[in-house]
Structure formats: structure tokens, C-alpha cells
């Protein structure tokens, strides 16, 4: 069982652990907008009995290592690329941050597999790597480069590539699992760049497209920071935050995202105490995970006041940075 991510970068590492293993697995992805299993999902997963699991992409809480290692009974491997945390002991972490590692080893999780398996620089690798920080990789830089050099040798245009790294992102975006798990069978049968040619793709395409119209329109600017607030079933929150840091990567860029049952947070800035923040949270039992520029949680409502307390304690106070009143007022639950 190839527990994974459901983002671009989730769902190529699940791919590359499927060919390195040659065999098919089950892919298991958790409910999308949350970074940890429901209830549910553990009983579904304990009931499946598996004889080996593999994590790609995901930072868990101690306990959820713990859980899937004695489901597994001890046949667990995590691999995963969010720094500022550690996974308990006896429990097998293939992460290059946690290790002092070269953060260019990093850059995805299917960054973390290529360097694991020595595998090429191949169309896997460069989707998870474009999926999670492609958005803020300069047109010349070297990297830019390589990757139109591979594109090259794959006969495909840049905007193909763009248009793929979105789709494998739409499915989760629809906040519906069931149309992550459609896309895991539909990608065992078919060759990824035929993606590009599925009409149920580009009817999500129109959906997502329309509803991150719909958020944007609500864009405020107070102090440093600019911010959206929505609610609505769409997961658009990762994407329309990166959005606005490509737009003005020297603001703190600041999504909320209401879902009802629940509260999304997201925060993007150039730098900051990310790594406390994160270790806080995960620790106090927050399900929060990020990297070195982005934070992002999924909040209970009754979570909310003291998650929001954290965050303005542990990174906007350093950073010498005074939540503004007009946004305070907007968060849902606070």
C-alpha cells in the first residue's frame, strides 16, 4: 500500500514507489485538504490488512507513524521532504532535511526518491519538482534550463508540462477523495502525457478555474500582508496562496478558507521561524505541515483561537509583525 499526498507531487511519488517495486499497489490517499487519516480512513486501512506500507509526501504526527508502523507490522518506509520535524524512533525516515542533507536533494519528494533510487531526472521527477516549487523558479535560472533541456528530449512543449503539473492537482482540488482515487486507476492503464487529452480532466479544469475567480475577488492588502478569505467545498487555498507570493513574494501572503467542518490556513512568505512553528503545532497535535517558506494547517473550529494564538507567538512576533485587526476579525472561529 502506497500511502500518498494528493497533491502533483503525492501523485507522482506514489507513481515512482509503484515502478521501483514493480508490482501494483493500493494507493491510499487521505481525505483532500488534510494532512493526516480520518477515523474512518484508519479503519478502512486497518481492515485492508496490508503487508508493507510506504509514505510519500506526507508529514505525520508521532502517532500516526506509530499507527502505521504497527499496521504494517514494522514493513513501513516514510519518504518525505517538510523539514522542522523528526519521526519517532525505530521509524524508517528517508528525508535528506531531517539529516542535514543538501536542500537541492529536497526540492519534491520525487526529488527525495530520484536521489534514493538513483533514478534519471525523468518526467516523474520533474513533476513533483514543478508541482510544489516550479511556481517560483526563474525563467534562465539552472533549473529552468534542465528542465526545458528534458522536455526537449521528450519531443513536448513547456506548456504541455505546465498543463500537467495542474491536472494531476485537479482532482484533489474538487475536495472530493473519490476523484483522487479515479485518477490513481485512470494513470495505472494510461500514459501521463494522455492526461492532457481527457475530457473529465478539462471539465475540472473549468470547475477550479471558476471558483479561484471567485476567491481572488475578495483580495485584501493590510500592512505586510495580503490575504483571501472563501468558503466553499473547492481546495484552491495551496494554489491561490502561491498565487499571490509569485505576485508579491515581499508581502505575507495569507489564505482562510472556511469549509464548514473545518478551517484552512495558509501563510507564504520569503522566510521565517517556519520550522518552530511547525514543530509547535505538530506537537501540540495540529495538523500542519510545510516547508521553509510555507505554512499550512487544517483546523477543527474549537483548534482555531489557539492555533492563531501559536502563530502570532511563535512566528509574527520575532519577525517584529502585528496581526492586523481588519483580518483578525475576518478568521472564521477566532
Request: proline letters at 6%; charged letters at 30%.
Amino acid at each position: 500500500m502506497v500511502v500518498h499526498h494528493w497533491d502533483t507531487d503525492g501523485v507522482a511519488s506514489a507513481l515512482i514507489l509503484r515502478e521501483e517495486r514493480g508490482e501494483e499497489p493500493l494507493f491510499f490517499p487521505p481525505s483532500p485538504g488534510r494532512y493526516s487519516l480520518t477515523a474512518p480512513e484508519r479503519e478502512e486501512l486497518s481492515s485492508l490488512s496490508p503487508r508493507e506500507i510506504l509514505l510519500a509526501d506526507m508529514n505525520l504526527s508521532q502517532e500516526e507513524y506509530l499507527f502505521l508502523q504497527r499496521t504494517a507490522q514494522g514493513n513501513f518506509t516514510a519518504y518525505d521532504h517538510h523539514g522542522g520535524y523528526r519521526a519517532p524512533e525505530g521509524i524508517r525516515l528517508i528525508n535528506p532535511l531531517i539529516l542535514g542533507g543538501d536542500p537541492g536533494d529536497a526540492l519534491s519528494t520525487t526529488a527525495v526518491l530520484r536521489r534514493h533510487f538513483s533514478r534519471s531526472e525523468d518526467l516523474l521527477y520533474w513533476l513533483g519538482v514543478w508541482g510544489d516549487t516550479g511556481f517560483k523558479t526563474p525563467d534562465g535560472s539552472e533549473r529552468s534550463i534542465a528542465l526545458d533541456r528534458f522536455l526537449e528530449s521528450e519531443g513536448r512543449e513547456r506548456s504541455e508540462f505546465l498543463r500537467l503539473v495542474t491536472l494531476l492537482d485537479l482532482p484533489y482540488r474538487t475536495g472530493r477523495r473519490e476523484m483522487v482515487l479515479l485518477l490513481m486507476e485512470r494513470v495505472r492503464t494510461i500514459d501521463l502525457w494522455e492526461l492532457l487529452k481527457e475530457e473529465l480532466f478539462v471539465r475540472l479544469e473549468e470547475e477550479i478555474e471558476e471558483a479561484l475567480r471567485s476567491a481572488e475577488a475578495s483580495l485584501l492588502h493590510e500592512g505586510p500582508f495580503q490575504a483571501v478569505f472563501f468558503s466553499g467545498k473547492p481546495l484552491i487555498s495551496s494554489q491561490l496562496c502561491r498565487t499571490l507570493y509569485a505576485r508579491d513574494p515581499d508581502r505575507l501572503s495569507l489564505v482562510v478558507h472556511d469549509r464548514g467542518e473545518d478551517l484552512q490556513f495558509y501563510l507564504r512568505t520569503r522566510t521565517g521561524p517556519f520550522p518552530e512553528l511547525i514543530g509547535e503545532a505538530t506537537g501540540r497535535g495540529f495538523s500542519a505541515g510545510g516547508k521553509g517558506d510555507v505554512v499550512g494547517a487544517v483546523l477543527k473550529p474549537e483548534e482555531v483561537k489557539s492555533f492563531i494564538t501559536l502563530w502570532e507567538n511563535l512566528f509574527l512576533k520575532p519577525l517584529g509583525i502585528e496581526l492586523p485587526w481588519e483580518l483578525k476579525r475576518r478568521i472564521p472561529y477566532l
